[in-house]
């Protein structure tokens, strides 16, 4: 129901935008006046008037929401000792009595075997909690829609009441919008700085198990070292000191990704030029939503092609000509992940190349050159910027990319250039970490943010030096 309420504001904005348009009109006629600004404008404004209140009081309540239930429900009449619990402990039973009122209410038919066990562990307390909270869910959801209905009402009346033709509502309007922009991308950098400041604090605490150096440059990759010896020891030093090698991980990221970039750079962009340069209309109508259809299909549909049928085809090509080919090999995964990332740079490219203007091809026609040359001494420069751009794109989407690798290249970490053996990347072994019944502050789970903090420099480098080579490529352009 939280967001049926805010439908509600939404439509009631909507509705009211047409009201607060018409009124406007209504006193150009009455006072036979003219507006200071279009009449939309003062619609704008009435729905400027009722989204932000209603919209900052739906974020309040939907934050606070559950300490509004903790107080209802966690009542020291029904929990004695609350005042002694954690607040681990707190909330673990807050969890417990919020799934029991799902179940609680419902007739004895409706129930499942889980449902009855989970009622019968329960204690009288939690049981009584539980019929608390559902019961306030519900007073909650309804008391959510009937405030999200009067309150636009009467936002919408005031609105409407204090539009005159005095009043001059577009630069009011512009105002409000370029605030809603600016805090938009204020917004992204925030979030950008809290996930790299999220991913430091957690690899800070990586490290006071494994040595930074140790990390960076040990050859061996054997995470399932991690484990305590017992209580009083804890993690057992020299085991993590060769459990958690970077090298292995970077150096199979680098060969997927650069046998992927061999694939998919080259035939992209020839596929671009193609389409974009020398194409009838037809090919172009016809090829290029087939080659954009290319780039939904998920990556799980491309890992099943590399470890059915690319795999065993490159061992037995590899055993025919007497080379050893593992069955799980990186020139596998490279291979299915470029065909998977062509349509990005061909769709990307093709885009920056048609936007050149035709003004630029048609000097140099007139200056003699031929339409390879314009096409490698003007189009191509003109549109180096995007072109870096979705190569850029390419390459983060191969560094990035993890199903295509666990099926087709293993998990198994390999220090080796050898794209005919197997090999894993960073990003598989962030999930592989992850997975399974481990503690949180297990360095086994841990080494995730000290490998997705190094994930998150790696990209930052790759974009800063992008941004140079395009910087310096357009400067001799211009």
């Keep these: 129901m939280v967001y049926v309420s805010l439908l509600l504001v939404f439509l ?9 348009k018409k009124r406007a009109l209504n006193l150009t006629i009455q006072q036979k006046q003219t507006l200071t600004a279009l009449p939309d404008y003062y619609g704008y404004y ?7 209140p209603a919209i900052l009081i739906w974020f309040f309540l939907l934050i606070f929401k559950s300490n509004f239930q903790e107080i209802f429900v966690m009542s020291p009449l029904l929990f004695p000792d609350i005042e ?3 607040a681990s402990k707190t909330g673990l039973i807050m969890n417990k009595v919020t799934n ?3 179940v609680v209410n419902l007739p004895e038919i409706d129930l499942s075997v889980g449902d009855k066990s989970i009622l019968k562990m329960a204690s009288e307390s939690e049981l009584i909690a539980a019929k608390n909270l559902a019961g306030f869910d519900k007073i909650y959801g309804w008391a959510n829609i009937t405030l999200f209905i009067i309150l636009p009402v009467l936002l919408g009346f005031i609105a409407t009441r204090m539009i005159s033709t005095k009043l001059n509502a577009q630069p009011i309007v512009e105002r409000v919008i370029s605030y809603v922009i600016k805090g938009s991308s204020y917004i992204a950098i925030l979030i950008t700085f809290g996930i790299f400041f999220s991913l430091i604090f957690e690899a800070i605490n990586f490290f006071r198990y494994v040595n930074f150096i140790d990390f960076f440059f040990n050859t061996s990759w054997n995470p399932n070292r991690a484990f305590v010896i017992n209580a009083t020891e804890g993690f057992d030093q020299e085991a993590l000191k060769d459990a958690f090698g970077f090298v292995p991980l970077l150096t199979g990221t680098i060969l997927i990704a650069t046998v992927a970039m061999i694939v998919a750079i080259p035939l992209g962009l020839l596929t671009a030029i193609y389409l974009a340069e020398y194409a009838s209309t037809r090919v172009r109508n016809i090829a290029k939503p087939i080659i954009e259809i290319l780039a939904g299909i998920p990556t799980v549909v491309y890992g099943f092609f590399a470890a059915l049928s690319l795999a065993p085809f490159i061992k037995d090509v590899g055993e025919s000509v007497g080379l050893p080919v593992s069955a799980e090999s990186a020139l596998a995964a490279g291979l299915a992940m470029g065909v998977m990332i062509i349509p990005f740079v061909s769709s990307l490219s093709d885009d920056v190349i048609k936007a050149v203007p035709n003004s630029l091809r048609d000097g140099a026609y ?9 096409i490698k001494k003007v189009v191509l420069p003109a549109a180096l910027a995007g072109i870096m751009g979705s190569f850029l794109l390419a390459i983060s989407r191969a560094i990035g990319e993890t199903m295509i690798v666990v099926m087709a290249a293993s998990l198994r970490a390999n220090l080796t250039f050898n794209p005919l053996e197997p090999a894993t990347t960073i990003t598989t072994q962030i999930v592989t970490s992850l997975i399974g019944d481990v503690e949180f502050d297990n360095p086994k789970t841990l080494v995730a943010f000290a490998l997705g903090l190094t994930l998150f420099i790696m990209t930052l480098i790759l974009n800063v030096a992008a941004i140079l ?4 490529y357009r400067e001799k352009y211009d």
Excluded: N, P, Q, R
């Design 469 to 472: 080579i395009v910087k310096k």
């Design 12 to 20: 009631l904005s909507y509705f009211f935008y047409f009201i607060g």
């Design 100 to 102: 029991l009122s799902h």
């Design 366 to 374: 007139a200056l003699g050159a031929t339409k390879s040359e314009t």
């Design 84 to 86: 002694m619990w954690s």
């Design 46 to 52: 009435t729905v400027i008037i009722i989204l932000i």
